[in-house]
């Protein structure tokens, strides 16, 4: 990549840059589903007045990203979880809300084919609270890919060795164009404006191309401390190049081609739901010459000559609706499979999933199964850099010598729906039926109980299941004063007279 030269007169969105930028922002309408407005300016639209379209770009985009990021990513240091280095990776991850973050480079990623995350050591406000209530911290956003401007190593075409992120801002006091730009390198960043001219404009009267009409100002070198640039790049998917496949490019003229035939077999439709009537010549109003007093365009009426062989009737046009529709659902089919969505993918009714079990739906599922594990290679690489670039910027931020950053182990969801039964009779299997789940993590798993309402559940079942005990009709007789009958001895037999205490057998 050419070295991107801050001069009088370069023009900005930089050269080498412009059909990037241009391809991002006609992704980025196609995910939005404004198709009309892109494909008027190539003439691929025959239909000026109708013009029907379905979203299937935002789909192909939101399902990846839904596969990839729709849970979050469990972030491991390797070591206990009250550990120094897993406090410390689990801060980044919550005061960054990165589960959001990352769905959102995510998406952008398969739209656009780039992501980019900016990593810095400071305030959320930026200075405008103390430090008591906004105190600075490991801070990772996102940065729009068209803001990004990347130099590569001229022997390695992928390897990006300086990030310049250059956003054009407009003061509406002194009515002007700035362009505030940070030169990110390893272990450094250069921060400097230049002041722009406004040379294009898109119909909207909003600026789209700018002219750089002086030197770098303000300029200032901070020093970093860390081992990498603060940018990082994700990719969707590379080939040859640092610039990242999007999702969206190879498929549009498949887009326009099923947006025309649902335009035309709308315009078919919309004929047939008010058709003209022919009727025989004679029938119709007639002025002062005898001619027939109508407008086809305007009563969907006209006569036909032969009063005798013509019947009243509705003129219609078999307009060859069932190919239509053929060809509407070939097109369909074709572009899932080129996107790599399976129609269970979807939830389709026709996609045999009634009575599926779940080995079943990931076997139909692999072609997506598999595009997301390409895009999951891409992330795991630049989300471990993120967290060790957030590690050893609190290192040096705190003074802290002792500490080392760690690589850290990334978890992710393959995004399927889980088969509870089919999990507890594989776990079932591989334990040999021991019990791998306590009776209070069930409760608290199964009905979103806290620790303490499953354990008070717990008491509860105890309590309706202890034995109930048997009643003891002697207590009622001890409470009266009396006690037990005396035992019946059999009949014939004399009962020996009490003998006296303490007399032996031998004095009797």
Not at 243 to 260: M, R, T
Request: glycine content about 6%; hydrophobic content about 35%.
């Amino acid at each position: 990549m050419t070295k991107i030269k801050f001069e009088q007169g370069v023009s900005y969105p930089f050269d080498g840059h412009k059909l990037r930028i241009k391809r991002y922002k006609e992704n980025m309408q196609l995910f939005k589903g404004e198709y009309k407005d892109i494909f008027d300016k190539y003439n691929f639209n025959p239909n000026d007045s109708l013009y029907i379209s379905v979203n299937l770009a935002g789909i192909i985009c939101k399902k990846s990203t839904d596969m990839l990021f729709g849970e979050a990513v469990q972030v491991s240091a390797g070591k206990k979880d009250n550990s120094k280095e897993q406090g410390i990776l689990d801060k980044i991850t919550a005061d960054n809300y990165l589960n959001i973050s990352n769905y959102e480079a995510g998406l952008m990623a398969s739209i656009k084919g780039d992501a980019f995350y900016k990593v810095r050591w400071g305030q959320e406000w930026d200075g405008d609270l103390p430090q008591d209530i906004d105190p600075s911290k490991v801070i990772v956003e996102p940065i729009p890919a068209e803001y990004c401007f990347p130099e590569t190593s001229p022997a390695n075409k992928k390897k990006i060795t300086v990030i310049h992120v250059a956003v054009p801002v407009y003061d509406e006091e002194t009515d002007k164009w700035e362009l505030w730009v940070e030169s990110h390198k390893a272990g450094q960043v250069m921060y400097f404006k230049c002041k722009l001219n406004v040379m294009e404009t898109d119909r909207y009267a909003t600026p789209v191309s700018w002219e750089i009409s002086s030197k770098p100002y303000d300029m200032m070198v901070e020093e970093t401390g860390v081992s990498l640039p603060l940018v990082v790049h994700v990719p969707n998917f590379a080939v040859d190049s640092w610039e990242g496949v999007d999702d969206l490019s190879e498929h549009k003229s498949v887009f326009d081609e099923i947006n025309n035939r649902l335009s035309q077999i709308a315009s078919i439709l919309d004929k047939h739901a008010d058709p003209a009537i022919a009727v025989p010549a004679g029938v119709l109003e007639v002025d002062g010459n005898g001619r027939p007093i109508f407008s086809v365009n305007r009563e969907k009426v006209f006569e036909i000559m032969g009063k005798d062989d013509v019947i009243p009737q509705y003129v219609t046009w078999n307009g060859q609706l069932q190919h239509a529709y053929s060809e509407l659902d070939m097109l369909i089919e074709n572009l899932l499979a080129t996107a790599e969505i399976p129609e269970v993918a979807l939830g389709k009714s026709d996609s045999g999933t009634s009575g599926a079990t779940g080995i079943s739906i990931r076997m139909r599922m692999s072609p997506l199964l598999a595009k997301v594990n390409r895009k999951r290679q891409y992330f795991d690489k630049a989300l471990k850099q993120v967290y060790l670039l957030g590690q050893q910027l609190t290192k040096v931020a705190t003074h802290d010598a002792g500490y080392q950053p760690v690589v850290p182990v990334l978890l992710f969801s393959d995004g399927l729906p889980k088969d509870a039964a089919e999990e507890a009779q594989t776990m079932a299997i591989r334990t040999g039926s021991k019990p791998t789940m306590s009776q209070k993590s069930a409760i608290m798993l199964l009905d979103g109980k806290t620790e303490e309402q499953a354990e008070a559940e717990l008491e509860r079942i105890a309590a309706e299941n202890e034995p109930e005990t048997e009643g003891n009709p002697d207590i009622f007789n001890e409470l009266s004063g009396l006690s037990s009958p005396p035992e019946e001895k059999p009949e014939g037999e004399e009962v020996a007279p009490d003998e006296p205490e303490g007399e032996t057998e031998e004095a009797a």
